[in-house]
């Protein structure tokens, strides 16, 4: 509903523009182009360093057009898992203040990002303390482990009462035509946990503790495919954040991976972290080494 809210509302656009990074969630571009907003990409990942490609990135939303929709992930980008620092997100607010850029964050990973829920919220509210009027799509599909209840929020900053009310009556007759209603059960069980102090301390702890497993499978792999004998560079793989890892291997690679090893992972090179374990980890670093040894590993997008 957050896009069709954009794309029927903002003013003088008769197709509002919305930036997406490259690389992103691979069904943003479908659903954006679906409710009528035209897609286009900023910079975010630098195949050379493996890592966060800061200048591009806010050189693109500078050339921008002024009053541009702005996806941001607000932690653990998928799928690279590299962030912008705190000093960083202070910058890009800065420059967005100046182009009137609209704020449009994803957060599908809070938690996952750096252990500390509270903490991977940062970035976000940076943007609501700067006063941008946020615009905030969360999933709590993975953090929650309610992958099939597809449970998640819209939320719009409004900056009073009224505003609220119309904005909440347009969503309304977005939605009804859209879902109707949403699945009780996957938001029951979130505001049941988040609304209890004990659950919540439970969750954060339990929280921190799966990203915790999760790092540690990072360091497991490198060190298990140093092991098998590679002798790439797979720093990019632990400095990484996040449920996944953007290895830097083609689509051949993955290919090869899949039918010969019954390995599953995107074509981009993104593998999930939590489906690693201290059994076959070893395994899956024999595989990728098979398929990379003596061949490139550096990321495209």
């Given at each position: 509903?957050?896009?069709?809210?954009?794309?029927?509302?903002?003013?003088?656009?008769?197709?509002?523009?919305?930036?997406?990074?490259?690389?992103?969630?691979?069904?943003?571009?479908?659903?954006?182009?679906?409710?009528?907003?035209?897609?286009?990409?900023?910079?975010?990942?630098d195949?050379?360093?493996?890592?966060?490609?800061?200048?591009?990135?806010?050189?693109?939303?500078?050339?921008?057009?002024?009053?541009?929709?702005?996806?941001?992930?607000a932690?653990?980008?998928?799928?690279?898992?590299?962030?912008?620092?705190?000093?960083?997100?202070?910058?890009?607010?800065?420059?967005?203040?100046?182009?009137?850029?609209?704020?449009?964050?994803?957060?599908?990973?809070?938690?996952f990002?750096?252990?500390?829920?509270?903490?991977?919220?940062?970035?976000?509210r940076?943007?609501?303390?700067?006063?941008?009027?946020?615009?905030?799509?969360?999933?709590?599909?993975?953090?929650?482990?309610?992958?099939?209840?597809?449970?998640?929020?819209f939320?719009l900053?409004c900056?009073?009462?009224?505003?609220?009310?119309?904005?909440?009556?347009?969503?309304?007759?977005?939605?009804?035509?859209?879902?109707?209603?949403?699945?009780?059960?996957?938001?029951?069980?979130?505001?049941?946990v988040?609304?209890?102090?004990?659950?919540?301390?439970q969750?954060?702890?339990?929280?921190?503790?799966?990203?915790?497993?999760?790092?540690?499978?990072?360091?497991l792999?490198?060190?298990?495919?140093?092991?098998?004998?590679s002798?790439?560079?797979?720093?990019?793989?632990?400095?990484?954040?996040?449920?996944?890892?953007?290895t830097?291997?083609?689509?051949?690679?993955?290919?090869?991976?899949?039918?010969?090893?019954?390995?599953?992972?995107?074509?981009?090179?993104?593998?999930?972290?939590?489906?690693?374990?201290?059994?076959?980890?070893?395994?899956?670093?024999?595989?990728?080494?098979?398929?990379?040894?003596?061949?490139?590993i550096?990321?495209?997008?």
């Amino acid at each position: 509903s957050a896009d069709t809210f954009f794309s029927k509302f903002l003013p003088d656009e008769e197709k509002p523009i919305i930036y997406i990074p490259t690389p992103t969630w691979g069904n943003h571009i479908a659903i954006f182009r679906e409710c009528g907003l035209e897609v286009r990409r900023y910079r975010y990942y630098d195949s050379s360093t493996n890592g966060l490609d800061y200048d591009g990135m806010v050189q693109d939303l500078k050339d921008a057009p002024d009053g541009s929709i702005i996806l941001l992930h607000a932690c653990a980008h998928n799928p690279t898992g590299c962030d912008p620092t705190l000093q960083q997100w202070k910058d890009i607010s800065d420059m967005m203040k100046e182009k009137s850029h609209h704020v449009f964050f994803d957060s599908a990973y809070q938690g996952f990002a750096s252990g500390d829920a509270e903490h991977d919220a940062e970035a976000l509210r940076l943007f609501v303390k700067e006063g941008h009027t946020v615009a905030l799509a969360q999933s709590f599909a993975k953090n929650f482990g309610l992958y099939g209840e597809r449970c998640g929020t819209f939320s719009l900053l409004c900056n009073n009462a009224d505003e609220r009310e119309k904005v909440m009556s347009q969503l309304k007759l977005i939605i009804r035509p859209m879902y109707s209603s949403p699945p009780i059960h996957g938001s029951s069980i979130v505001r049941t946990v988040l609304t209890d102090d004990e659950l919540r301390g439970q969750y954060y702890e339990e929280c921190s503790h799966m990203a915790g497993r999760i790092k540690q499978m990072r360091l497991l792999l490198v060190e298990k495919l140093k092991e098998a004998g590679s002798v790439h560079d797979w720093s990019h793989v632990t400095n990484q954040i996040g449920m996944f890892a953007f290895t830097g291997m083609n689509s051949d690679m993955c290919d090869e991976l899949t039918s010969e090893y019954a390995i599953f992972l995107t074509r981009d090179g993104r593998i999930s972290l939590a489906g690693l374990n201290d059994n076959n980890v070893e395994y899956v670093a024999k595989a990728i080494h098979s398929v990379t040894d003596g061949k490139s590993i550096t990321t495209s997008s």
